[in-house]
């Protein structure tokens, strides 16, 4: 009886990680419909401008963060050895969302006529408002499950304090980037329109599933070291707590990859002659 039990728990933690998979999945939509509405129209010059510089920033920016990932590879190489080789995937991984995310905190403003008065988008007009209160969630889950383990002893201060810290400033340059793109002012030609509203859709978009990776990757690990270490422990009764631990661990695993598959598919730049709504 325990096992099905454990079997039912087990299932019943892997669907979030679906319906997060979903509610991604439908994001797509969206981006194919905002790079479609910048297909059907001819910018002006300063909104072919604003494509191409824009596309130029992003990518910089992530250059950036692949060479910060590297050298945070050789950093850690050199001061612990050989047996940091687990590290070095998780630092490259966090210095190209680092990369991510200061490319979208810091996008200049394109330089065209803003409409009179100003007019602002909602932000619900860009993204689903279920997935970035979601990926709030996601930050809060790994701050709280990292300070319960660092109180109860079960993992070292250090591990406690990157997990709480790496996903806490990217949560604040999200929600700065966010801000950025609701606040801007449309633009005032109707050509342009489309371009604006596919760049803050982009936007919107990388920051919270970039986010969204930096606090499922953690909590994930968190979830599955406690777990692990608590199913070692011998005792009397049977303890549903480690197996819904561990059930929680991969399933959050799980999501952070998947959410970081359809964060690839955000990278390409929107394109004024892309064949957006082909495939």
Same mark, same amino acid.
Do not use: N, Y
């Given at each position: #009886?325990?096992?099905?039990? !454990?079997?039912?728990?087990?299932?019943?933690?892997?669907?979030?990680?679906?319906?997060?998979?979903?509610?991604?999945?439908?994001?797509?939509?969206?981006?194919?419909?905002?790079?479609?509405?910048?297909?059907?129209?001819?910018?002006?010059?300063?909104?072919? !401008?604003?494509?191409?510089?824009?596309?130029?920033?992003?990518?910089?920016?992530?250059?950036? +963060?692949?060479?910060?990932?590297?050298?945070?590879?050789?950093?850690?190489?050199?001061?612990?050895?050989?047996?940091?080789?687990?590290?070095?995937?998780?630092?490259?991984?966090?210095?190209?969302?680092?990369?991510?995310?200061?490319?979208?905190?810091?996008?200049?403003?394109?330089?065209?006529?803003? !409409?009179?008065?100003?007019?602002?988008?909602?932000?619900?007009?860009?993204?689903? !408002?279920?997935?970035?209160?979601? #990926?709030?969630?996601?930050?809060?889950?790994?701050?709280?499950?990292?300070?319960?383990?660092?109180?109860?002893?079960?993992?070292?201060?250090?591990?406690?304090?990157?997990?709480?810290?790496?996903?806490?400033v990217a949560w604040v340059l999200a929600?700065?980037?966010?801000?950025?793109?609701?606040?801007?002012?449309?633009?005032?030609?109707?050509?342009?329109?489309?371009?604006?509203?596919?760049?803050?859709?982009?936007?919107?978009? *990388?920051?919270?599933?970039?986010?969204?990776?930096?606090?499922?990757?953690?909590?994930?690990?968190?979830?599955?070291?406690?777990?692990?270490?608590?199913? $070692?422990?011998?005792?009397?009764?049977? $303890?549903?707590?480690?197996? +819904?631990?561990?059930?929680?661990?991969?399933?959050?695993?799980?999501?952070? *990859?998947?959410?970081?598959?359809?964060?690839?598919?955000?990278?390409?730049?929107?394109?004024?002659?892309?064949?957006?709504?082909?495939?």
């Open positions: #009886m325990g096992r099905l039990i !454990a079997v039912v728990l087990f299932i019943a933690l892997l669907v979030p990680g679906v319906l997060l998979s979903r509610a991604w999945a439908r994001a797509a939509d969206r981006r194919a419909v905002a790079g479609g509405s910048v297909e059907l129209v001819e910018p002006t010059a300063e909104g072919a !401008a604003a494509l191409t510089q824009q596309a130029q920033h992003g990518r910089r920016w992530r250059r950036l +963060g692949l060479l910060l990932g590297i050298a945070g590879i050789v950093g850690v190489l050199v001061l612990v050895g050989e047996s940091s080789v687990f590290l070095w995937v998780p630092i490259l991984v966090l210095g190209l969302l680092a990369g991510v995310l200061l490319a979208e905190v810091t996008r200049p403003r394109p330089r065209w006529a803003v !409409a009179q008065p100003h007019r602002r988008p909602r932000r619900a007009e860009l993204i689903s !408002a279920w997935l970035v209160w979601t #990926m709030r969630l996601e930050v809060v889950a790994v701050i709280a499950t990292a300070a319960w383990l660092w109180s109860g002893e079960e993992v070292g201060a250090a591990f406690a304090g990157t997990a709480v810290a790496v996903p806490g929600e700065l980037a966010l801000l950025r793109a609701v606040v801007r002012p449309l633009p005032a030609a109707g050509a342009d329109v489309p371009v604006d509203e596919a760049l803050r859709t982009w936007t919107a978009h *990388l920051v919270s599933a970039a986010t969204g990776v930096l606090a499922l990757l953690p909590l994930g690990a968190l979830l599955l070291t406690a777990g692990i270490d608590r199913g $070692d422990r011998v005792t009397e009764h049977f $303890d549903l707590l480690p197996v +819904g631990l561990v059930a929680g661990g991969f399933c959050t695993l799980s999501s952070g *990859l998947a959410v970081a598959f359809f964060l690839v598919t955000w990278l390409r730049p929107v394109r004024a002659g892309a064949r957006a709504l082909a495939g």
